[in-house]
């Protein structure tokens, strides 16, 4: 296996848009459709269907967008939160965030601490949390709501799948930028 720093992995995304004719949508989708096959694996083991989605408002976001979508269609209860209105995502997650409300989603959304608060209840009853908040392109402390929620997430011994890395830690480095989220399993694309 060969392991890459996040700068390497921009660079290869960007050769598979631009060499190979790959669109972003095509690796977006891609990516949503493998990490909600790890969900499914997850959650074989519970009890319940219910999976709750956590996404940022970057690629990351879109590809639980993405997952979500997959999920639902396969029988899955899916709650979305995202720490933005549908309308103020933009690019291929964009696309994303408003297929999976055209097809009936519900995406609830996260700007102050109340509601996260508010999220508790949901992502406690959730058989599986899907972490995709922060990507490879995380390089500041987290702060604010985004804080708030990774904590309330860590403190609910939930199974938590994370994409691409877990929130919170810098994909090149390793370090852990004020807080990050405790997931049990990464899906990693290339």
Same mark, same amino acid.
């Given at each position: 296996?060969?392991?890459?720093?996040?700068e390497t992995m921009k660079r290869l995304d960007r050769k598979a848009i631009r060499h190979f004719g790959i669109k972003g949508i095509v690796l977006m989708e891609n990516a949503g459709r493998a990490v909600s096959e790890a969900?499914?694996?997850?959650? /074989?083991?519970?009890?319940?269907?219910?999976?709750?989605?956590?996404? %940022?408002?970057? !690629? !990351? &976001?879109?590809?639980?967008?993405?997952? /979500?979508?997959?999920?639902?269609?396969?029988?899955?209860?899916?709650?979305?939160?995202?720490?933005?209105?549908?309308?103020?995502?933009?690019?291929? /997650?964009? $696309?994303? =965030?408003? $297929?999976?409300?055209?097809?009936?989603?519900?995406? =609830?959304?996260?700007?102050?601490?109340?509601?996260?608060?508010?999220?508790?209840?949901?992502?406690?009853?959730?058989?599986?949390?899907?972490?995709?908040?922060? &990507?490879?392109?995380?390089?500041?402390?987290?702060?604010?709501?985004?804080?708030?929620?990774?904590? =309330?997430? !860590? %403190?609910?011994?939930?199974?938590?799948? =994370?994409?691409?890395?877990?929130?919170? $830690?810098?994909?090149?480095? %390793?370090?852990?930028?004020?807080?990050?989220?405790?997931?049990? %399993?990464?899906?990693?694309?290339?």
């Amino acid at each position: 296996m060969i392991l890459v720093n996040a700068e390497t992995m921009k660079r290869l995304d960007r050769k598979a848009i631009r060499h190979f004719g790959i669109k972003g949508i095509v690796l977006m989708e891609n990516a949503g459709r493998a990490v909600s096959e790890a969900v499914k694996r997850e959650a /074989a083991g519970s009890s319940g269907k219910r999976v709750a989605i956590v996404c %940022g408002k970057g !690629n !990351n &976001g879109g590809d639980g967008f993405v997952a /979500a979508r997959h999920l639902k269609n396969s029988g899955f209860d899916v709650t979305v939160f995202s720490f933005s209105r549908v309308s103020g995502i933009k690019g291929d /997650a964009g $696309i994303n =965030a408003c $297929i999976w409300e055209k097809t009936g989603g519900v995406t =609830a959304v996260i700007s102050k601490s109340r509601d996260v608060k508010d999220s508790v209840q949901t992502l406690k009853h959730s058989s599986v949390i899907v972490d995709a908040i922060f &990507g490879i392109g995380l390089s500041k402390g987290i702060e604010g709501v985004y804080k708030e929620m990774i904590e =309330a997430i !860590n %403190g609910l011994s939930k199974p938590v799948v =994370a994409i691409d890395v877990p929130s919170g $830690i810098d994909a090149t480095s %390793g370090k852990i930028l004020g807080v990050a989220i405790k997931a049990s %399993g990464t899906v990693t694309m290339a």
